[in-house]
């Protein structure tokens, strides 16, 4: 029988939730163990088969292990998965910046000059994620989070979408990691598809967002 769910997280000191979502909530958390801070995705399993979400829940997990296991900084690190017969955690690491999107509503208006490293950076994480193979397909100021240091990092893959769903051909029999198949086309469909120019006119929509949030796209 699976365990529930405080026995799942049994080795982590929690704390009362900072932001909540339609299918779950966000905990802060402490690992008992190691000391580390972490940031827990708690996503009930009841909600998720409401909302018909369970694929992009599972989908979430493996395209953010998949990217965080490159250690580039433009994505959070994922440390662990836990199951319980009432919820799925992803733990991450915290980042104690919060979200662009909450930064933005809090400053208001940005001059040009102020606003220009926070595109680059939601340009690099682009950039980053179609070198991967991975479309994000969601880019905006809410799913950018800000680390210690003030770099932007890119989170929440439940819609993302990496190059073999994006050309049709993945089956139950091909390798979860792009890199591994040696494909021709594998490639060309994040880095130059519709997709990719999605992610890419997102950024744009987030650069309207820092100019003149009263008055965003988003």
Same mark, same amino acid.
């Given at each position: ?12 000191? =929690? ?13 802060? !958390?402490?690992? +008992? *163990? ?5 940031? =827990? ?9 409401? @909302? ?6 599972? @989908? ?12 580039? #900084? ?11 017969? *009432? ?8 980042? #104690? ?42 880019? +905006? ?16 893959? !439940? ?21 591994? *198949? ?9 880095? !130059? !598809? ?18 003149? #949030?009263?008055? *965003? #796209?988003?």
């Amino acid at each position: 029988m699976r365990q529930s769910l405080s026995e799942a997280l049994r080795h982590i000191e =929690l704390f009362p939730p900072f932001a909540r979502g339609g299918i779950g909530k966000m905990l802060l !958390g402490r690992d +008992k *163990t190691t000391g580390q801070v972490l940031a =827990l995705k708690v996503m009930a399993k009841n909600s998720m088969d409401r @909302q018909k979400m369970r694929g992009r829940v599972l @989908q979430e997990q493996r395209l953010a292990s998949l990217l965080a296991s490159d250690g580039s #900084p433009c994505f959070v690190q994922v440390h662990r998965f836990l199951r319980s017969r *009432t919820a799925a955690v992803m733990a991450m690491s915290f980042m #104690p910046g919060g979200d662009l999107y909450s930064l933005l509503a809090g400053v208001g208006r940005l001059s040009e000059r102020k606003a220009a490293p926070l595109v680059a950076m939601m340009l690099l994480c682009a950039r980053e994620m179609h070198r991967l193979g991975v479309a994000h397909r969601d880019l +905006k100021p809410d799913n950018f989070v800000i680390d210690k240091w003030g770099h932007l990092r890119v989170i929440d893959f !439940g819609l993302a979408a990496d190059e073999l769903e994006m050309l049709g051909t993945r089956t139950k029999h091909q390798p979860k990691s792009i890199r591994e *198949t040696g494909s021709a086309r594998v490639g060309r469909a994040a880095r !130059g !598809g519709r997709a990719s120019r999605a992610d890419h006119a997102a950024v744009g929509a987030g650069l309207a967002s820092a100019l003149s #949030p009263s008055n *965003t #796209p988003l």
